[in-house]
C-alpha cells in the first residue's frame, strides 16, 4: 500500500496547467495550504449547509515528489455474522436481532410513565410489549400500504379499511398510544440552553440500542467505507438538513461507516449541526472519521473515504 501524491485545485482551473512538472514545482513548493488563492477551502452546497469547517483552518497538507511504502500488517480479524439464527429464519426474527426485546421494554415502561405524568386521562390504560410490537408492525405497514390519513385504515368501505387492524386495535386506541408513546424519560432532559443539552433525548436509548445492536450482530470485514446518507423528511425536526446537491434534499443527515463487502451498516451518527465543545484543531471531517472508527483501532482494517474527510494532515486514529 502506497500513499500517493494528491493534488487539490480550484474550480475551474487549468488540468494542463498542473500537470507541467517544472511549472508545478516552481509554483508549488513542499508544503503548500489546501483551498482558495486566499486559503480560504473550497465548499460544496452541502458543506456549506454543515455550518461547520471540515478542517480546522491551520490544516496543511504535505507535497511529496516520490511515494513513500508502508509495511501494513495482514488482517487476520474474524468476520461475517455472529449470531446464531439459521438460514430459513424468518423476517420476523431477524427484526428482533436490532429491534430486541429491551428496546421493547423501555418503550413500554417510558410511555407508561409519560401517560402517568401527564394529566389524569380516563381513556388511558396501561400499554403491554404485546400491544406495543403491533403498535410497531402497524407503522412498518402504514409505509408500506400508505392511505392520505391513517384513519382510513379503519374505515368501513371495503376498498379502504384494513381488517386486520381492525382486529388488532380501535382507531381510538391507536389514537391513545400514538398520543402518549415514548422512548426516554421527559424529566431527564437537559434544557437548549444548558450545557449536556441532547437534541435527540426523545429517541437516544433507541439509538444507543440500535447502536449495540449493529456492532454486535456483525463482524466487520477488512474494507471498511465511511461516508454521508440523507434519509428523507419534511416534518418539523431541529436535525433536518437542506441540502439541494442531493437526491434527498431534505432528511436527516447521517454519517455511516459501512462494510464494502457487504454493505452492512456497522455504525452511524446523526449530524446535528455546528458543535460548539469540540477540539478546534480537528474539522468536522476528521472527527466524524475518528468516531465512526474507535473501534477498529490495531485491527489492521482498510478505511476508505472521500476527499471531504481527508482535509486535515494526520491520518493516524
Known amino acids: 500500500m502506497s500513499e500517493q501524491n494528491s493534488l487539490y485545485s480550484d474550480e475551474g482551473s487549468d488540468d494542463n496547467e498542473l500537470s507541467s512538472g517544472d511549472e508545478w514545482l516552481e509554483n508549488y513548493n513542499a508544503e503548500v495550504d489546501h483551498g482558495s488563492p486566499d486559503n480560504t477551502p473550497v465548499v460544496s452546497d452541502e458543506?456549506?449547509?454543515?455550518?461547520?469547517?471540515a478542517a480546522p483552518e491551520n490544516a496543511e497538507l504535505v507535497w511529496r515528489e516520490t511515494y513513500e511504502e508502508l509495511d501494513i500488517d495482514p488482517f487476520i480479524q474474524i468476520t461475517g455474522p455472529s449470531h446464531n439464527l439459521n438460514p430459513n429464519a424468518s423476517e420476523l426474527e431477524y427484526f428482533k436481532l436490532?429491534?430486541?426485546?429491551?428496546?421493547?421494554?423501555?418503550?413500554?415502561?417510558?410511555?407508561?410513565?409519560?401517560?402517568?405524568?401527564?394529566?389524569?386521562?380516563?381513556l388511558w390504560s396501561d400499554t403491554t410489549r404485546n400491544e406495543i410490537s403491533a403498535f410497531i408492525g402497524?407503522?412498518?405497514?402504514?409505509?408500506?400500504?400508505?392511505?392520505?390519513?391513517?384513519?382510513?385504515?379503519?374505515?368501513?368501505?371495503?376498498?379502504?379499511?384494513?381488517q386486520g387492524f381492525k382486529e388488532v386495535m380501535s382507531v381510538k386506541r391507536y389514537e391513545k398510544l400514538n398520543q402518549y408513546i415514548h422512548c426516554n424519560d421527559i424529566e431527564t432532559d437537559v434544557p437548549v440552553d444548558q450545557p449536556g443539552h441532547d437534541k435527540l433525548h426523545k429517541i437516544r436509548p433507541l439509538i444507543d440500542s440500535s447502536l449495540q445492536n449493529f456492532a454486535a450482530r456483525y463482524n466487520p470485514n477488512k474494507n471498511q467505507a465511511i461516508d454521508e446518507a440523507m434519509v428523507a423528511y419534511k416534518?418539523?425536526?431541529?436535525?433536518?438538513?437542506?441540502?439541494?446537491?442531493?437526491?434527498?434534499?431534505?432528511?436527516?443527515?447521517?454519517?455511516?461507516?459501512?462494510?464494502?463487502?457487504?454493505?452492512?451498516?456497522?455504525?452511524?451518527?446523526?449530524?446535528?449541526?455546528?458543535?460548539?465543545?469540540?477540539?478546534?484543531?480537528?474539522?468536522?471531517?476528521?472527527?466524524?472519521?475518528?468516531?465512526?472508527?474507535?473501534?477498529?483501532?490495531?485491527?489492521?482494517?482498510?478505511?476508505?473515504?472521500?476527499?471531504?474527510?481527508?482535509?486535515?494532515?494526520?491520518?493516524?486514529?
Open 98 to 122: 436490532f429491534f430486541d426485546d429491551n428496546m421493547l421494554e423501555k418503550i413500554v415502561s417510558q410511555t407508561n410513565q409519560y401517560a402517568a405524568q401527564k394529566c389524569p386521562d380516563p
Open 138 to 162: 402497524m407503522q412498518i405497514l402504514m409505509g408500506i400500504n400508505q392511505l392520505p390519513d391513517y384513519s382510513f385504515y379503519w374505515s368501513n368501505n371495503k376498498y379502504l379499511g384494513n
Open 47 to 53: 458543506e456549506a449547509n454543515d455550518e461547520d469547517d
Open 235 to 317: 416534518g418539523r425536526s431541529v436535525a433536518k438538513q437542506y441540502i439541494p446537491s442531493k437526491p434527498t434534499k431534505w432528511g436527516f443527515k447521517v454519517w455511516m461507516r459501512c462494510d464494502s463487502k457487504s454493505g452492512y451498516c456497522h455504525k452511524f451518527d446523526i449530524y446535528m449541526g455546528k458543535e460548539t465543545a469540540v477540539d478546534s484543531t480537528k474539522g468536522l471531517g476528521h472527527r466524524v472519521v475518528e468516531k465512526l472508527a474507535e473501534d477498529l483501532h490495531h485491527k489492521n482494517h482498510h478505511l476508505y473515504f472521500d476527499s471531504y474527510f481527508t482535509f486535515h494532515n494526520d491520518l493516524k486514529l
